[in-house]
């Protein structure tokens, strides 16, 4: 199982991760609870493969047993075929409380021929509008990809294939907050949001192609894993943190890598919040301006 296979093209730009103390690859007997769905979350192939279902009187999700402090988190997906507008598949990081943090991605369905969007967000203690959305160039139904999340200290970097689509970067020092406080569990989920999510909520869900499924493989984490009120890195000294063993928690990307997420950016982007004046009339938000 190799997400980050050094074989592919796209790695040679991508950033380098180090083999860490709580690296491991996933069951998802051992690392996931089927959270709700009455049964339509099922836990396949002797704990190597996850499935949600949708159909019209409920969707289905599960959750991470372990909460983290930052991490490098893949999981591979395969997303529902067919006509599938009105269907949002979530896959996220979230803390608790009314002032969480939160990492998301959320695949917004679409009819058939068209293309999924891909829509990312960033919540910092409790305030979002960080809106970030995306084509695919490939099409997500008809295999796995890998979909990484690397959040460190110093910035989260969201992933597909190994490509880098989008950076946010800690930017306390300018007064603009970055999760790094609260810890965080891994969720996912496949429900109806056809009032919104395709065109606006103008294309309803087809109940006649129900029930929607889809697919989670190769889970693979190397994370701080947090357990009563302590970090499994704190064993490591920060100032070890470009060591082998943990180099993801100071990574950033190279030169290589940011031509690439701007080669992204430039093809795949069609909404960024940060170029959206309408939405923003008395300015926009302060990252913006620093990126």
């Known amino acids: 199982m190799a997400p980050f296979s050094a074989s592919s093209p796209l790695m040679k730009f991508s950033f380098v991760v180090g083999f860490f103390l709580t690296a491991y690859a996933g069951n998802f007997y051992q690392d996931f609870d089927l959270t709700w769905g009455d049964g339509r979350a099922k836990i396949l192939n002797n704990g190597q493969r996850l499935t949600l279902s949708l159909d019209k009187a409920s969707g289905s999700g599960f959750q991470s047993k372990n909460e983290y402090l930052f991490g490098n988190i893949d999981m591979q997906l395969k997303l529902v075929p067919g006509n599938s507008a009105g269907t949002v598949t979530a896959y996220y990081l979230s803390s608790k409380g009314a002032t969480w943090d939160e990492i998301d991605f959320e695949f917004l369905g679409n009819l058939s021929g068209d293309p999924y969007i891909l829509h990312t967000n960033v919540f910092t203690q409790g305030k979002g509008n960080r809106e970030q959305q995306f084509y695919l160039w490939f099409d997500p139904t008809a295999d796995f990809h890998t979909y990484s999340i690397l959040w460190n200290p110093k910035l989260i970097i969201f992933s597909v294939d190994g490509t880098p689509i989008r950076e946010f970067k800690n930017l ?67 100032s070890s943190s470009s060591s082998n063993n943990n180099a993801w928690l100071s990574q950033e990307l190279d030169i290589t890598g940011q031509r690439r997420l701007k080669w992204v950016q430039k093809n795949y982007m069609i909404y960024n919040y940060c170029t959206d004046t309408k939405r923003f009339p008395q300015g926009l938000p302060s990252e913006c301006k620093m990126s």
């Open 172 to 238: 306390e020092s300018d007064g603009i907050p970055f999760p790094k406080n609260q810890p965080m569990r891994i969720y996912s989920s496949l429900w109806n949001a056809d009032d919104w999510a395709t065109r606006g909520g103008l294309v309803k869900t087809n109940w006649s192609n129900a029930p929607f499924t889809a697919s989670y493989r190769n889970f693979n984490a190397k994370a701080c894993v947090w357990g009563n009120g302590a970090s499994s890195c704190s064993s490591s000294s920060s």
